[in-house]
């Protein structure tokens, strides 16, 4: 048979079954706009690769229009561990950047995973906001050690949403900023 005639089918017994009731699942509608792929390695930064991974999960929780994806042959994003001078990222904010984790910071007691996730929102484009509470990711170590939240509050994740809406939409010309020590 040939694969039309077979696609032909396939369609007609869906057609015909699903009206009979026979609870065929049909896959989800396509979204509009596919979320835009972020890849970030974390090879250099061997001693925290499980927080790292664990905060691109988190912003993947929280939003649908950007995903951040481990990839070490394509990164855009990429991770490394230093041991002074506090947790900074350099970054354009459109995706593209370097991340330095601070393991002096880790050993004073900031929470590694919030760190980590902290330092992925500048390069989805959120500023620092030191004044937050412990609730907003982007407040980094204005709540102290003791805040361990490591996830985006609603107003972040929607700041992302919106700024990746259709993929993302540059707001300057696109050069690289240093953002502040987390």
Known sequence: MHARGFRRIAALAVATAAPLGFGLATAPAASAAAATTVYYSSTGAPDYVA?????????NAAVSDVRLVKDEGKATVVLHEVHSGGSYTQTDGHGNGDVYLDTSQVAEGYDPTRIAAHELGHNLGLPDHYEGPCTELMSGHGPGTSCTNAKPDSQESAKVQQL????????GDGTRVTTTVY
């Open 51 to 59: 927080q790292i991974d664990q905060g691109a999960a988190n912003w």
């Open 164 to 171: 990746w809406a259709n993929g993302f939409r540059a707001e």
